[in-house]
T-cell receptor
Framework: DAGVIQSPRHEVTEMGQEVTLRCKPI?????LFWYRQTMMRGLELLIY????????DSGMPEDRFSAKMPNASFSTLKIQPSEPRDSAVYFC????????????FGPGTRLTVL | QQQVKQSPQSLIVQKGGISIINCAYE??????FPWYQQFPGKGPALLIA?????SEKKEGRFTISFNKSAKQFSLHIMDSQPGDSATYFC????????????FGTGTLLAVQP
């Protein structure tokens, strides 16, 4: 299996622009997670889905952030408009089961907002 | 109550030595405690995990010690190797109803040759 696939791997954009991050989970996995990692705040869970349905989005920092999972093999995290403080590494992870199961992380997208 | 406190923030160990990373939690509803390992430029990967019904779990050179009464758990890396140099995260999960991991702040381990 190819593992969790994320694109792009690096994104540099200017403040105010829309940014879309993409994730393809491992085939057959039922849960998908979006995380943000920064030096200051560590690894933060933004939102997670189970069977394509958002379960908990309490970690989404602001209305500028939105996430969708239109089908079992694709999810997006969108930031509109982007701000310099959004600069971070964004990880997508998936797991087979919904509870207490191994989460498999993708390689991450390094986002820089100028 | 949802925090997982991890220490130390960084650790330098000589090759062959023992690396010890500690974590503490408050919420007794947590019932699944994984450790993740992250190399630079990569996503975290599960290293080893434990449930509170056992006090210790060992996988190769990696051991989790769990103290339920103290609400603490630790990762021990025996015979530490330069290839173990990475950031280690402890985490806690409520299990049962969710797979929502609460991560510690991470420990940057450097094993010197």
């Amino acid at each position: 299996d190819a593992g969790v696939i994320q694109s792009p791997r690096h994104e540099v954009t200017e403040m105010g622009q829309e940014v879309t991050l993409r994730c393809k989970p491992i085939s057959g996995h039922n849960s998908l997670f979006w995380y943000r990692q920064t030096m200051m705040r560590g690894l933060e869970l933004l939102i997670y889905f189970n069977n394509n349905v958002p379960i908990d989005d309490s970690g989404m920092p602001e209305d500028r952030f939105s996430a969708k999972m239109p089908n079992a093999s694709f999810s997006t995290l969108k930031i509109q408009p982007s701000e310099p403080r959004d600069s971070a590494v964004y990880f997508c992870a998936s797991s087979l089961r919904f509870s207490a199961d191994t989460q498999y992380f993708g390689p991450g997208t390094r986002l820089t907002v100028l | 109550q949802q925090q997982v406190k991890q220490s130390p923030q960084s650790l330098i160990v000589q090759k062959g030595g023992i690396s010890i990373i500690n974590c503490a939690y408050e919420n007794t509803a947590f019932d699944y405690f994984p450790w993740y390992q992250q190399f630079p430029g990569k996503g975290p990967a599960l290293l080893i995990a434990i449930r509170p019904d056992v006090s210790e779990k060992k996988e190769g050179r990696f051991t989790i010690s769990f103290n339920k009464s103290a609400k603490q758990f630790s990762l021990h890396i025996m015979d530490s190797q330069p290839g173990d140099s990475a950031t280690y995260f402890c985490a806690a999960d409520y299990g049962g109803a969710t797979n929502k991991l609460i991560f510690g702040t991470g420990t940057l381990l450097a094993v010197q040759p």
